[in-house]
Nanobody, 114 residues
């Protein structure tokens, strides 16, 4: 059974940094796409960053602050988040997409507050 396990969320002050990690287990294949979504209270889930066959895309609101990196050997993806803002507060979900399915992590809370 494929599982995506996330780590690295927490509480940070505005201007601070966090690194989220997501690794897949139980998969015999490499996802062709991986990335992160987030969902803030009362808002729809939005795409934060994704990588597909070497091409990486970011939401406008995080460009220049967040960096997505992929480790194909571990079937993993990390999200380095710098200069965090209160509006970045949300639950962050990792995903991995194969040809037949999309898999999700359990979510990790990121709270940016002074």
């Amino acid at each position: 059974q494929v599982q995506l396990v996330e780590s690295g969320g927490g509480l940070v002050q505005p201007g601070g940094a966090l690194r989220l990690s997501c690794a897949a287990s139980g998969s015999r294949f490499r996802f062709y796409a991986m990335g992160w979504y987030r969902q803030a209270p009362g808002k729809q889930r939005e795409l934060v960053a994704s990588t597909t066959d070497g091409s990486t895309n970011y939401a406008e609101s995080v460009k220049g602050r967040f960096t997505l990196s992929r480790d194909n050997a571990r079937n993993a993806v990390d999200l380095q988040m710098n200069n965090l803002k209160p509006e970045d507060t949300a639950i962050y979900y990792c995903y991995g997409r194969s040809l037949s399915n999309t898999y999700w992590g359990q979510g990790t809370q990121v709270t940016v507050s002074s």
